[in-house]
C-alpha cells in the first residue's frame, strides 16, 4: 500500500512579519529542509512539495530528491487549493495522502511511519492523525476516497472540516511528544523551537 505525502510550502508566513518562516534556520537548516527531509527519510512516497508565495527562495531550500515541486500561482486563495494542486498529480496507486505542514521541524521520521503503519492496518480506508493530549494534531493522512471532496474544498479549513465531517471515520494515533503541536507562525513559536531543536536534520 502507498501513501503519498504533500508538503505545504506555499504561504506567505504573514503572522511572521517580513521574515519568510519556512527559510528560518535551526542549526544552520531552513525549517522547510528539515520537514522534507524527514518525509523523505519516512516510508511516504511519492513526496510533493507545493510552493507559492516566494517560490525561487523556497524552491532554492528543497531537496533534490523530492518526487515533485508545484508552484501554486494562486497561493493567496489560501491551504485548499495547495493541496488539490498536489493530490491532483499523485500517481493513481497511491492510498492515502499525508498533509505535512512545512512549518513543522521537529516531526520525527519515526512518527511520520507510525501514522503510515495505524493507516495500512485499517486497510487505508479511515483517516488518521496524531492525538497529543486528546488533541488532534498534524500531519493528517487521507484515504483515495475523500480526494473528491478535498478537490471541492475552499480556503483554509477544507481538510479539517472533512475530518470533523466524518469523525466515525477518523483514527487518532497517541502520540507522547510535542513534535505534532510545534509550528511556527510567530515569532514566539520560531524561538520555541529554537529552544527544542530535533536531533538530526
Known amino acids: 500500500m502507498r501513501v503519498s505525502a504533500?508538503?505545504?510550502?506555499?504561504?506567505?508566513?504573514?503572522?511572521?512579519?517580513?521574515?519568510?518562516?519556512?527559510?528560518?534556520?535551526?542549526?544552520?537548516?531552513?525549517?522547510?529542509?528539515?520537514?522534507?527531509?524527514?518525509?523523505?527519510?519516512?516510508?511516504?512516497?511519492?513526496?510533493?512539495?507545493?510552493?507559492?508565495?516566494?517560490?525561487?527562495?523556497?524552491?532554492?531550500?528543497?531537496?533534490?530528491?523530492?518526487?515533485?515541486?508545484?508552484?501554486?500561482?494562486?497561493?493567496?486563495?489560501?491551504?485548499?487549493?495547495?493541496?488539490?494542486t498536489a493530490i491532483s498529480t499523485l500517481p493513481g496507486d497511491v492510498s492515502g495522502n499525508m498533509i505535512v505542514l512545512g512549518d513543522m521541524p521537529n516531526l520525527q521520521v519515526q512518527t511520520l511511519d507510525v501514522l503510515v503503519t495505524e493507516f495500512i492496518f485499517h486497510d487505508g480506508d479511515r483517516i488518521i492523525y496524531p492525538l497529543y493530549n486528546n488533541r488532534q494534531a498534524n500531519p493528517v493522512i487521507f484515504p483515495k476516497k475523500y480526494f473528491k471532496e478535498i478537490f471541492t474544498s475552499t480556503g483554509d479549513r477544507g481538510c479539517k472540516k472533512i475530518l470533523k465531517q466524518y469523525p466515525g471515520d477518523a483514527v487518532g494515533v497517541p502520540v507522547e511528544s510535542e513534535e505534532v503541536i510545534l509550528d511556527c507562525d510567530t515569532k514566539d513559536d520560531y524561538f520555541q523551537l529554537i529552544n527544542k531543536p530535533k536531533d538530526h536534520v
Open 6 to 84: 504533500t508538503i505545504l510550502a506555499a504561504g506567505d508566513s504573514a503572522r511572521m512579519g517580513e521574515e519568510n518562516k519556512l527559510l528560518l534556520p535551526i542549526n544552520g537548516v531552513s525549517i522547510i529542509t528539515h520537514v522534507i527531509q524527514t518525509v523523505l527519510d519516512s516510508q511516504l512516497t511519492p513526496v510533493h512539495v507545493v510552493t507559492g508565495y516566494d517560490h525561487l527562495n523556497v524552491r532554492n531550500a528543497i531537496p533534490n530528491s523530492v518526487d515533485k515541486i508545484i508552484n501554486n500561482e494562486n497561493w493567496e486563495s489560501g491551504m485548499a487549493g495547495s493541496i488539490y
